[in-house]
């Protein structure tokens, strides 16, 4: 009987002992069993450690970071614990379905060693009860693959980070995880291991992302629209002149709103005025009442 490809699955995690039992399970739950837990502790000063601890199942692993970082470095650190032919991830706040591994394995048989990089439809959902569709922009069509993936990632990430799972050689002959992103690590990772090797997708619902106050994603820092400039301009050649320009002008809007919400007015519309597109915020705001979403952060700050 062949030994089903080893799954490695990180899980980071800060203070996010109120989320860590109900994201274990999730994975204990797993339909596929071949598979590794790293679970990196950066610092917790809640219950993370006896939470993890208290597992006995072998396949869950517990690191302690040796110093507080941010989650691009935490998690470039606990990739080189990784044993697994296939990699993953899943935040303490974020929940695989019971077949997502099984799914995505299959997958990956079903297409061969050609195939670096499979993701999956996300439900996103808020602890009160609300829920959507990622990626949103494809709601009744077919999941892209293939080569056209690097070029529709740049235009925008549209890929759950918890919902990829990468090969892991490739994952490191693309660079690995490289510790200066501190936000946008999953995208720049999308796109590279796009631009050399093929993608495929699971067109199915199995995992869900969770949105909430201490999320990363709530606090949306000025510092991820810094990094998506910077892979922006990294393909660079792959973009028409007009679309590298457009798309560089939605980054300044969303980062000069950003100083806005922030409470600096005048260094935000300055942003905007200088070098963002208040077509793309009318247009934002458009789509976000549209789909009933005007509270909603994602329907107002992604760029997609």
């Known amino acids: 009987m062949d030994m089903k490809p080893l799954v490695s699955i990180i899980m980071n995690g800060f203070n996010g002992a109120k ?6 399970q999730s994975l204990l739950d797993q339909t596929y069993e071949n598979w590794e837990l790293i679970v990196w502790d950066n610092q917790s ?26 989650l691009g470095p935490a998690r470039a650190e606990a990739l080189k614990e990784a044993r ?15 077949n997502k591994l099984e799914r995505q394995m299959a997958e990956a048989e079903k297409r061969g060693n050609s195939v670096s990089l499979i993701y999956c439809r996300t439900l996103g959902f808020t602890d009160d009860g609300r829920q959507w569709e990622f990626p949103y922009k494809m709601k009744g069509q077919l999941l892209p693959e293939g080569k056209v993936i690097r070029d529709l990632l740049l235009r925008g990430n549209f890929m759950a980070f918890v919902s990829v799972l990468f090969r892991r050689s490739a994952l490191m002959a693309s660079g690995g995880l490289l510790s200066d992103f501190t936000f946008s690590m999953d ?3 999308n796109v590279a291991i796009a631009s050399e090797h093929d993608v495929c997708a699971v067109d199915e619902y199995l995992c869900r992302y969770r949105v909430h106050g201490g999320s990363m994603t709530a606090k949306v820092a000025l510092t991820g629209y810094q990094e998506s400039i910077r892979i922006l301009e990294r393909w ?9 320009e457009a798309r560089l002008a939605q980054y300044y ?21 200088t070098r ?9 705001l458009a789509y976000a009442l549209r789909r009933g979403l005007t509270g909603h952060y994602w329907s107002l700050m992604n760029p997609g």
């Open 45 to 70: 000063k809640d219950d993370t450690a006896e939470i993890a601890k208290s597992y006995s199942d072998p396949r869950i692993r517990y690191f302690y970071a040796p110093t507080h970082t941010a």
């Open 187 to 189: 995208n720049y990772l």
């Open 84 to 98: 697994g032919e296939w990699v993953g991830f899943l935040d303490v706040d974020d929940l695989f379905l019971p």
């Open 19 to 24: 989320y860590l039992r109900e994201a274990i």
């Open 253 to 273: 809007t969303l980062m000069g709103a950003k100083q806005i919400l922030t409470g600096s007015y005048a260094q935000g519309l300055k942003t905007i005025l």
């Open 276 to 284: 963002g597109s208040f077509l793309f915020v009318l247009n934002r």
């Open 236 to 244: 660079r050649s792959v973009l028409s002149d007009r679309e590298f």
